[in-house]
């Protein structure tokens, strides 16, 4: 079972990144996914979930700006980040929800 993260990088404030998040050894389609994301000296805390069929719940403080979704013929997952600002400097991670597995995380960088 694996869960490979990507897509970080650094991004001016205002700009957009897409991350990705790859499963294998899970039956995909059936898995309520969501995305974490743990800042410099922070506890991690939960961004955006997606179910199996693709209902979707968002954080607060990225409501309106990102946007989570599934592709299950890719066993994919992603997250569009848009408008980003200097607060959404984090590691992001992915999880299948209820467990213990976890994407090894991608760092997002966003200055000023």
């Known amino acids: 079972v694996q869960l490979q993260a990507s897509g970080g990088g650094l991004v001016q404030a205002g700009g957009s990144l897409r991350l990705s998040c790859a499963a294998s050894g899970i039956i995909f389609e059936a898995d309520d996914m969501d995305w974490y994301r743990q800042a410099p000296g922070k506890q991690r805390e939960w961004v955006a979930s997606?179910?199996?069929?693709?209902?979707?719940k968002y954080a607060d403080s990225v409501k309106g700006r990102f946007t989570i979704s599934r592709d299950n013929a890719e066993n994919t997952m992603y997250l569009q980040m848009n408008n980003l600002k200097p607060e959404d400097t984090a590691v992001y991670y992915c999880?299948?929800?209820?467990?213990?597995?976890w994407g090894q995380g991608t760092l997002v960088t966003v200055s000023s």
């Open positions: 999880n299948v929800i209820g467990t213990q597995i």
């Open positions: 997606i179910g199996s069929r693709s209902s979707t």
